[in-house]
């Protein structure tokens, strides 16, 4: 007997149950580009196309022949896999190769520097860590400006060459006297220091501000889950870290609103000396951590900026001096037919956040880099990470790179080329089934098809689904059941089914793909209980 059937189920078997419900309980034992296999019944491999592809971590497919190869090759150099603390140079190289990459296609012309780790949360959570390193140095450097012109100002009030201006006090007033009421020159300049520090403390004391966008997914880890807008995955764990502030997409009056809202409460006061009469100015603190983006939002349903409301966010970031902090790591390596999603509408990050394909399906890895405006050294000395920047999966990232650049980038061409057959096939099925499909959208490789609501529907698995939140389990269940389909809905959107394949896509599986997505759409059209649950 086999011993899996015996064990008992430790791992997430709550998750376990789930999937097995849904027919989705598979255990796949091989892969090779789009095709995952698993066994029968009768022992015999059952090969199902899947359009996964590891949550959009395999642009380069399972197990790509050439990775293998080089991935072998690395391992049976004897290369060092961990050696922390030491000098990496095929991690550097992998940095030069991204920063010619990020200069071709944004036209940046000074350089990123880059942390590596080994999951996109990690980067997102280091990113982030990054930035905040930087705004507390500023901050640090603002409010000792300040404090060195308190001590001016006091040197001149004792020597008596000062005095303190009815204005500065007015500017206080709940917390200080009129000069003329304050007595001696040093007693009013005392009163209104007194003020200024303390309303400076309750500025610097207030948490960071951090935006997202509505739909935003940026991991589900202790601090990137406070930057994801599901409800569903933050809110147990709202007292753990900082909370961001979301803002629609398409509503750039509520972004603006939002900032200047946030820089208003953001502003100290400073005491400065002019011929000897001290008074007090207003000063912009850096209240802004970072602003988060996907240039398509994967988990909240294949959703992309577009270059106006990409243009709005750029131009109200760098207004208020908040870093554009990009998320790459579902987008990036040529899944949209470019290195970047974000360069397609003209977005420019100070930071980018890089993961999925860039371990080609076979290494973890991910990079956070940041522009040479925002970074900070010393950060190196107070953030690492164990298996960052190891031999092996930097190795493999930089064979990735060289197969997505050969032959003068003729990869993205490829994904170009795929992505619009396989938009095509899920246009087509929208326009046969207008009632049940409500809307198909995305970019390059990868494509979303939304479902109509269904939950009026006479078929009580199809109506309890959808007002449960699981008509696209229930719809990806079928698909790989009933036509060895491997698809899965997304996060935040669970009536959208998400299409991420490699892009060895085929027009043979793009047209498998289409009858099953048709034979699923009649059965929501007609329904059809007894088809659904076989």
């Known amino acids: 007997m086999d011993s899996a059937a015996t064990e008992p189920q430790l791992t997430e078997p709550y ?38 592809g590891g949550y959009a971590s395999l642009i380069l497919g399972h197990n790509n022949p050439e990775l293998t190869a080089h991935a072998k090759a690395v391992l049976d150099s004897g290369i060092p896999v961990y050696a922390q603390f030491s000098r990496h140079s095929a991690a550097n190289r992998l940095a030069v190769k991204l920063n010619e990459i990020v200069a071709r296609e944004t036209g940046a012309t000074e350089p990123y520097f880059a942390h590596f780790a080994s999951t996109g949360a990690e980067a997102i959570e280091t990113a982030v860590k990054h930035a905040e390193f930087d705004r507390v140095l500023k901050a640090s450097a603002l409010m000792s400006e300040i404090e060195a012109h308190v001590e001016q100002a006091r040197t001149a009030a004792r020597e008596g060459r000062l005095t303190v201006a009815d204005s500065a006090c007015a500017r206080v007033t709940a917390q200080a006297p009129p000069a003329s009421t304050a007595g001696t020159p040093q007693e009013a300049l005392e009163h209104l220091v007194g003020a200024v520090v303390r309303h400076n403390g309750e500025v610097a004391d ?19 889950v406070q930057l994801t807008h599901n409800s569903g995955f933050r809110s147990a764990f709202g007292r753990l870290g900082a909370r961001a502030h979301f803002v629609p997409a398409n509503q ?79 987008t990036g390596l040529g899944r949209t037919g ?36 925002r970074y900070r050294g010393e950060f190196e000395l107070v953030h690492s990470s164990t298996f960052a920047k190891d031999g092996f999966s930097t190795a493999v990232a930089l064979k990735v790179l060289e197969l997505l650049e050969a032959d003068d980038g003729a990869a993205y061409r490829q994904v170009v080329e795929r992505g619009e057959m396989l938009r ?106 007894r088809r659904l649950t076989g």
């Open 15 to 52: 998750l376990t149950t789930v999937l097995s419900n849904s027919g989705l309980g598979v255990e796949y034992v091989r892969g090779e580009g789009n095709t995952l296999f698993h066994v029968g019944s009768d022992g015999e491999e059952i090969a199902v196309t899947d359009y996964c």
């Open 206 to 224: 207030r948490p960071p501000a951090l935006l997202a966008l509505e739909g935003a997914f940026h991991g589900k880890l202790m601090g990137s």
């Open 252 to 330: 750039p009056d509520v972004l603006t609103k939002t900032v200047d809202g946030i820089r208003a409460q953001g502003r100290v006061w400073d005491v400065v000396v002019t011929d000897g009469v001290a008074d007090v100015v207003e000063r912009d603190y850096p209240v802004f951590c970072a602003f988060l983006l996907e240039p398509i939002q994967g988990e909240g349903g294949i959703r992309a900026l577009d270059r106006d409301t990409a243009e709005h966010i750029q131009r109200v970031s760098a207004d208020a001096d908040c870093p554009l902090l990009i998320d790459e790591i579902q």
């Open 338 to 373: 470019a290195f970047l999603a974000s360069s397609l509408v003209g977005l420019r990050g100070d930071y980018y956040v890089l993961s999925k394909s860039l371990g080609g399906g076979i290494a973890k890895s991910s990079v956070a880099l940041v522009h040479q405006k």
């Open 424 to 529: 095509a096939a899920l246009d087509r099925v929208r326009a046969d089934y207008p009632e049940v499909v409500k809307d198909t959208r995305g970019k390059g490789l990868l494509q979303g098809l939304e479902f109509h609501d269904q939950s009026g529907s006479a078929a009580p698995t199809i109506s309890s689904s959808a007002q449960g939140g699981f008509l696209g389990y229930v719809a990806a269940g079928y698909l790989l059941q009933a036509h060895r389909v491997r698809v899965l809905p997304t996060a935040s959107a669970p009536n959208t089914l998400r299409f991420a394949p490699s892009l060895h896509l085929t027009p043979q599986e793009t047209e498998h793909l289409e009858a099953a997505l048709r034979d699923l759409c009649s059965l929501f059209r007609d329904q059809d209980e």
